[in-house]
């Protein structure tokens, strides 16, 4: 017997012009768990829509026309969801507002979500807590206060994985500019400067603030010196690089909003892979519910793998 | 309202933890409430170790309150989650690089630690509230892990039976005989220790054997007695006979044996390495702490068996300590939100 092809959700693009930067950056990263496409009434009816509005009145026209699932990026104007339904006296079918959110990224009305403009796909880094860093530096043979600069002006370039694996086993790591984010996944107790804080919209609680490179080396020897400190700016800062700095999570929240959410999308997690070789010895077929299912109940919210 | 209480357990095995579930049920149903333990075979090997994990998290739980206590139990999900937190999987933890772990600095073996500690805060956060056993379970928790949580204590088995009694000739201890309770080092402390006194080491494990042959290599076999299990009238009897106890795990969580002792209103030799004990046995006040070497242990041993009166108040102060322990202000607690 062969099994059904499985159904990949598809999601409509609809825009007059051009379709902002922010925007097409996440729509790239929802392309790894679904069809993205332009709209054409040759094809079949898509599961969601993903509409641009620059005015109130393409909101209502959108909000009118929206036969399935829809999230509007909104451009220019900024509004609450519940100003839409006042406005416009309709039921918002929308299931999600968008707004490009500037620094904060904070979910504005509880149907509304922000993206940062400095959101990237961080996906395939996972957090590593301080214990955990000692051990590798450990076994890498490495000085037990191996730090790192990332970005500052006098730093060194390695390539980037060579970025990017240091800033995963390091104590601790002087990072500015587009690596910033990088770090604050990884959990790397950061020291930074105000500009690149005010730019990510980072709490006080995620990262240690300086002025000058004075501060800079004082700031990280007493780092150092404090593992609470350590452990506390590990944890704030992946958690707020993964819930407002990572296009995935932003993607995969979009899609569980917009009823597209499916586990097993993404790549394999640990669990699904043991699952799916339980379900597989019981000669269970790919469309059987119980896949779906069981895949569900064992996920882990959003970002733990 | 009904309550499932959940636990993991290895197969064959019983010991504290299972005691602990055994009584949190008894002491639900107690207050009124309709309470049921449910448990999930587990294994520790790091291969399988997410298997019962993911087994928790698929399991349809249909009650009013889950309250989950030991790892890997509380992946299960409910809407209304509390962890009363026994332990986690020390051996990634604490214990690592230690001969209880098999968690090494390979990569797979770290990765393997970094994806359980980043299970382990998801399912813990889920959970309205954790509470530990202990402060040592408790800063744990913290260093690990990130997470505050609260120490909620509660009396050992056989609380309500365990009497004062006579200051004898020996000291007594009633553990599992595994590695990590250390019997070992505490017959070998009896080396030490001037005749007539004696020791009575109940409990059986793996190190049955190997207690045995030090037993006869050490010429102790008349002075150190090994019972086996013993029944619980035995158990309250020995604790009441004895003029100390002696306990010295490693680390351990909470530690039943110092709060029966207590109750008995005996003091307590242990050793400065012994985790959550050393939250009741202040040196001096209602016990002693030394390093962990027989001669340590040896010498508090023998300073007791030659001070009776010493024994004896710090014997009064210990049960002084542990009088108002009570299940009711727990379960309070564990019901509250």
Known sequence: MKAAPIHVPAIEIIADGRIPDSLARL????????????????????????????????????????????????????????????????????????????????????????????????????????FIRARWRLRLGLDENFTVRVGVPDALKPAEGGFSASLAVAAAAVVSGEWLPVALMLGTPVVTDKASVDALGIPAEGVCVVSDQASTD????????????????????????REHLDLGYAARNLMHRLGLARPGLHVRPWHETQLANVLDAMNTPLTAPIRQRALELSSLPLGSY | MDIVVCGAQVPFMRGGAELHM????????????????????????????????????????????????????YFVQHPRKVVWLFHQHRPAYDLVDTTWSDFGSDDASLEAQRLLVDWDTTALEEARQVFTTSKLVASRLERFNGMASEPLYHPPPLFDRLHEGPFGDYVCCATRLEGNKRPLLLANAMHYVEPPTQMVLAGKGHLDAELRALLVSRELEDRVSTPGFVSDDD???LFAGAFAVVYAPIEEDYGYVTLQAFRAGKPVITTEDSGGVLEWVEDGVTGLVTENSPEALGAAIESLSNDRDLARRMGAEARDRVATLSWGPVVDKLVAR
């Open chain 2, 22 to 73: 055994d009584n949190l049920v008894a002491a639900l149903n107690a207050a009124g409430h309709r309470a049921d333990l449910v448990k999930i075979p587990t294994a520790w090997d790091r291969e399988r170790l997410l298997d019962s994990a993911l087994a928790w998290r698929l399991l349809p739980i249909d009650a009013d309150l889950v309250i989950a206590t030991n790892f890997p139990s």
């Open chain 2, 235 to 237: 158990l309250v009897e």
């Open chain 1, 218 to 241: 004082e700031a990280l020897n007493a780092l150092i010196e404090s593992p609470e400190r350590v452990a506390a700016l590990s944890r704030a800062a992946s958690r707020f690089a």
């Open chain 1, 27 to 130: 729509l790239r990263v929802c392309a790894k768990w679904c069809h993205v496409r332009a709209g054409d009434p040759r094809l079949a009816v898509p599961d969601a829509k993903v509409a641009v509005a620059r005015s109130r009145t393409q909101v209502k026209r959108v909000l009118e026309n929206s036969d399935v699932p829809c999230a509007i990026w909104v451009v220019g104007e900024e509004f609450t969801v519940e100003e839409v339904e006042r406005e416009f006296s309709l039921p918002v079918l929308a299931r999600v507002l968008m707004f490009e959110s500037g620094a904060q990224t904070q979910i504005v009305g509880h149907r509304a979500l922000g993206v940062s403009p400095n959101a990237r796909f961080l996906g395939d880094h996972a957090c590593v807590p301080p």
